[in-house]
């Protein structure tokens, strides 16, 4: 079973970056035809896709948020990982990551993890 | 930039009552539409994707349909645990969602 596990900070300064890590389990990250993804989802809003990762390091990012995010992956750690700078009270959400199938859907989806940016 | 409206917002509904939800696209889509259920605290699960097809897992009593612009979810009897908020979604697009609420 296909398993993603997100990590990393709850709390986040203003000004800082926002580093989180998505462990996955049940499938290498490695093999083809995925498209691992990171996602939000505001206070009592919608989804927002942030971008994702291929195996092979090729990136797609949201271009509203293009300037701020880094996605990066380690296949030998079955890990990606998202990087989000210069963090604002706006980028308080839950961060979820989550698999891109080989079709246009997302099918996995980590449990997500509330980050919050305060001083 | 696709848009995905999505309506109603709120749907009260009784428990074994059928649920439409609709899901309207600013421009014709390739039929890749999905749909998610998610419950209060809880990540999306997919439920619906090419616009009919579900998910595995995915009870019969939810189903999709649609083409073009136009996409619907359908939950013909809906059960207790059906009460939660339902997204659509097509590439990176989402829709803004539609909660089914207990009448």
């Known amino acids: 079973q296909v398993q993603l596990q997100e990590s990393g900070p709850g709390l986040v300064k203003p000004s800082q970056t926002l580093s989180l890590t998505c462990t996955v389990s049940?499938?290498?990250?490695?093999?083809?035809?995925?498209?691992w993804s990171w996602i939000r989802q505001h206070p009592e809003k919608g989804l927002e896709w942030i971008g994702y990762?291929?195996?092979?390091?090729?990136?797609y990012y949201n271009p509203s948020l293009k300037s701020r995010v880094i996605i990066s992956i380690d296949t030998s750690e079955n890990q990606f990982s998202l990087n989000l700078s210069s963090m604002t009270a706006a980028d308080t959400a839950v961060y979820y990551c989550?698999?891109?199938?080989?079709?246009?859907?997302?099918?996995?989806w980590g449990r997500g993890t509330l980050v919050t940016v305060s001083s | 930039e696709i848009v995905l409206t999505q309506s109603p917002a709120t749907l009260s509904l009784s428990p074994g009552e059928r649920a439409t939800l609709s899901c309207k696209a600013s421009?014709?889509?390739?039929?890749?539409l999905a749909w998610y259920q998610q419950k209060p605290a809880q990540a999306p699960r997919l439920l619906i994707y090419?616009?009919?097809s579900r998910a595995t897992g995915i009870p019969a009593r939810f189903s999709g349909s649609g083409s073009g612009t136009d996409f619907t979810l359908t939950i013909s009897s809906l059960e207790p645990e059906d009460f939660a908020v339902y997204f659509c979604?097509?590439?990176?697009?989402f829709g803004g969602g539609t909660k089914v609420e207990i009448k």
């Open positions: 989550a698999r891109r199938g080989s079709g246009n859907h997302f099918d996995f």
């Open positions: 049940g499938v290498s990250i490695s093999r083809g035809n995925h498209y």
């Open positions: 990762i291929y195996y092979s390091g090729s990136t």
């Open positions: 421009q014709t889509l390739s039929r890749h």
């Open positions: 090419d616009a009919s």
């Open positions: 979604q097509e590439g990176v697009t």
